[in-house]
């Protein structure tokens, strides 16, 4: 699996921005994906996660209602849509494949991890 996350940039508050992750070897169509964030200093930190036929989805508190993640197993992609952003949503987004179905919020579960995307939301 070779996972390549986009769509990163600068974004006033209150702004749209929409992520895609390609997975490049075609190999994570039967597996979980989910997108991380990090900022230096802090722990990678959970934002969602969707079941390998996108029939369920979970959340961090700090985004639900904001984000949508959703998939596209035909075209190998997973993408991330993020609205209403806010100043504490700057981080460096990476998405990730787990090695089964279903996978939960926790970085041991994903096996594959691609190279980030940055968003930055100014105030």
């Known amino acids: 699996v070779q996972l390549q996350a986009s769509g990163g940039g600068l974004v006033q508050a209150g702004g749209s921005l929409r992520l895609s992750c390609a997975d490049s070897r075609r190999t994570s169509s039967n597996n979980a994906m989910a997108w991380f964030r990090q900022t230096p200093g802090k722990e990678r930190e959970f934002v969602a996660s969707?079941?390998?036929?996108?029939?369920?989805?979970a959340y961090a508190d700090s985004v639900k209602g904001r984000f949508t993640i959703s998939r596209d197993n035909a075209k190998n992609t997973v993408a991330l849509q993020m609205n209403s952003l806010k100043p504490e949503d700057t981080a460096v987004y990476l998405c990730?494949?787990?090695?089964?179905?279903?996978?939960?919020?926790?970085?041991?579960?994903?096996?594959?991890w691609g190279q980030g995307t940055l968003v930055t939301v100014s105030s």
């Open positions: 969707i079941s390998w036929r996108g029939g369920s989805t």
């Open positions: 990730a494949a787990a090695y089964r179905p279903y996978a939960g919020a926790g970085t041991d579960d994903y096996r594959y």
